[in-house]
């Protein structure tokens, strides 16, 4: 199921005159351990699944991307390079580490018609990961979800659920606004900022006045097998590495001329009549993506062996020697919790992953109630508590929580 829920359920965001979004899809070009950005000499720290040019070496920089032979995305003009950790699975029994395929990776670019700047030729930066939860907006999306492998619910971070699900979709929002002068910064962070809230036209800081498309990042796993997940980081928080190979003056005549009336990550919204899709034509009835179309057009098979000839697959430790990290906070879900009235009454949101401000933050975070006959603990709405419109913004805006129609809801998206 490649259509994204999220994006579904943003359906609802569109906005008024002016508003655009535009989907691009990619199959994967390659799991390595190099990253361009931050180690442009040698071997990264860990490995990462790269998407778009089909080019992967440490020194890559933007003539590189202009010259690739191959992309594996599906607008041809494109050929920008994107890359996340990738992803494994640990076995307790084997003590090994399977790296897990992708079923789909997409970037949805939201901006408002005639407003934004593009992308700079050799604009290279970095989004999400630890320490921008909020503005990013990490998410981990389980579509149809099912038992834990053996009854074991085990996890060892946040992000990853420990049950299966008939698709798991990862999602994240990368910073839009620009210092307007520099291509990169020491940090690869801190020459562009997130809009306010996180929001495609949420104002830019001071500091950072130019505003750029924001791209929001989905990773699919389909199926999702449950069990113990991690990035190759050793982490359960989700970066994307983003170099651009567009040719600025083509993306801005796009920018400046494509209008769809969508301003969120819309699975039918494509600006066909600007860039020239492969996959082509497109369904505008239809979320699901034909990957038999995107197959068809991808390049070569890359060829790690030029690079690192280091076995990434079904290790006893993660590439790079990376220890994961164990990092989790309870959960009314939790083994230890759903079927013990105490614990489940006991915990409090402010120990959990739920950022509920004020005094909400002590409020108890699940309830202790009967479910199918069977008394079992259960997460409490923690938007829906929120009555009213000054509450929702002002105590639920960390946790996600959105003022709609009256009612405080969770961003879903």
Not at 127 to 156: F, H, I
Request: hydrophobic letters at 30%; aromatic letters at 10%.
């Amino acid at each position: 199921m490649y259509a994204s829920l999220c994006a579904i359920f943003a359906a609802a965001a569109v906005r008024g005159a002016a508003a655009t979004s535009m989907k691009i899809d990619f199959l994967t070009m390659a799991d390595v351990r190099t990253d361009p950005i931050i180690n442009p000499k040698g071997l990264s720290a860990h490995v990462h699944r790269f998407f778009g040019a089909n080019v992967a070496a440490p020194s890559t920089q933007f003539k590189d991307l202009r010259n690739a032979k191959g992309n594996t995305g599906n607008v041809e003009e494109n050929k920008s390079l994107y890359w996340h950790p990738s992803i494994y699975k640990y076995d307790p029994e084997t003590k090994k580490f399977t790296m897990q395929k992708t079923s789909l990776f997409s970037s949805y670019y939201i901006w408002e018609t005639g407003k934004t700047k593009a992308f700079p030729e050799g604009l290279k930066f970095i989004g999400g990961g630890m320490g921008y939860l909020k503005d990013s907006r990490q998410n981990a999306e389980c579509v149809m979800p099912g038992k834990c492998p053996n009854d074991d619910c085990t996890r060892w971070n946040d992000f990853f659920p420990p049950h299966t699900c008939e698709e798991l979709e990862m999602s994240m929002v990368m910073p839009s606004c620009w210092n307007g002068k520099d291509l990169d910064s020491p940090d690869h962070r801190s020459h562009m900022a997130y809009p306010e809230n996180g929001d495609p036209d949420g104002a830019c800081p001071d500091s950072h006045p130019v505003r750029l498309p924001q791209m929001r990042i989905f990773t699919r796993l389909a199926p999702y097998t449950g069990g113990i997940h991690l990035f190759s980081d050793g982490t359960g928080y989700y970066h994307t590495d983003y170099m651009s190979g567009w040719k600025e003056s083509f993306l801005q005549k796009v920018l400046d001329n494509c209008e769809n009336d969508s301003f969120a990550p819309m699975p039918t919204a494509w600006c066909q009549d600007h860039v020239t899709f492969r996959d082509a034509p497109k369904n505008p009835d239809s979320t699901e993506v034909d990957k038999s179309k995107l197959e068809k057009f991808q390049p070569a098979p890359f060829k790690v062996s030029k690079i690192t000839k280091e076995k990434v697959d079904i290790v006893s430790a993660l590439p790079g020697n990376v220890p994961p990290m164990k990092d989790i906070t309870p959960r009314c879900s939790d083994a230890s919790i759903k079927k013990n009235k105490k614990s489940c009454r006991k915990l409090r949101f402010k120990s959990t992953e739920v950022v509920l401000g004020g005094m909400y933050k002590n409020w108890r975070a699940c309830n202790w109630k009967k479910v199918k006959g069977k008394r079992t603990c259960v997460a409490r709405d923690y938007c829906g508590m929120l009555k009213t419109m000054t509450k929702c913004r002002k105590f639920g805006d960390s946790a996600g929580c959105f003022w709609e129609k009256r009612k405080c809801r969770q961003d879903l998206g």
